[in-house]
């Protein structure tokens, strides 16, 4: 007598959520102007109070690291209500990246004179990232084996075997969109706990 092979395939699914470490600022600092020089002028200077704030809070632990890219030049003519193109206009601007660890610093950061936030990415350390989602995973296949295993028993089948296992990708971390930082007061942040999430595919096997 032949053995047959009854197949079951199954998604298993597990989440974990986990609270914030990191928020990533994505900033500018940016000016108009007639003249090229002068609104170069305005973004540098503005720049160095910038600088010594993000190198402070650097030395103080409330961020982890900054970047800073050169400061960019360009022109345009814009157009009138009455459809008349008018004189140029000149825009320097410096883009700003900071992962802070203290939010609170966060807060009073975004509020800086001449600071523009464009959003925030609310996100973990590489090391605490890597952790959670491997036992995420570990948790989807469980749940796979345990799916697999209920629709076996349902039919007294037996003990089910893995056959195989596809592995689709993790969700992004969140972000928050930020106007125009120039408000006298911080800005108290309650970012959303992160979820991670895992799905697997799995096949079993019964005979």
């Known amino acids: 007598m032949t053995d047959i092979l009854i197949l079951i395939d199954v998604a ?6 986990v609270e914030p470490e990191l928020g990533i600022a994505h900033a500018s600092i940016t000016a108009d102007g007639p003249q090229p020089q002068p609104v170069k002028e305005h973004v540098a ?6 600088r010594a704030g993000l190198e402070e809070l650097k030395k103080a632990g409330a961020i982890e690291r900054f970047s800073i890219q050169q400061v960019r030049i360009s022109a345009h003519r814009p157009w009138s209500e009455t459809g008349e193109q ?4 000149h825009t320097a601007s410096v883009d700003i990246t900071a992962h802070f660890i203290d939010f609170a610093a966060l807060g009073r950061w975004v509020t800086s004179d001449g600071l523009t936030v464009q959003y925030i990415d609310w996100t973990l350390t590489d090391e605490t990232r890597a952790a959670v989602e491997r036992r995420t995973r570990q948790a989807a296949v ?3 084996a345990v799916r697999a295993q209920d629709y076996a028993d349902a039919l007294d089948l037996g003990p089910v075997t893995v ?3 596809r592995d ?3 969700d992004p971390a969140p972000r928050m969109m930020m ?3 120039d408000m006298a007061a911080a800005i108290e942040f309650s970012p959303e706990p992160i979820e991670i999430s ?3 595919n799995a096949g079993f096997a019964v005979a």
């Not at 298993?12 to 959520?17: K, N, S």
């Not at 200077?45 to 910038?50: N, W």
């Not at 008018?86 to 206009?89: A, D, E, F, M």
């Open 12 to 17: 298993g699914t597990a989440h974990t959520t």
């Open 45 to 50: 200077g503005v720049l160095v109070g910038i």
């Open 86 to 89: 008018l004189p140029l206009v």
């Open 142 to 144: 469980r749940d796979a």
């Open 163 to 165: 056959r195989t296992i």
């Open 168 to 170: 689709p990708q993790a």
């Open 179 to 181: 106007a125009k930082a």
């Open 198 to 200: 895992a799905q697997v």
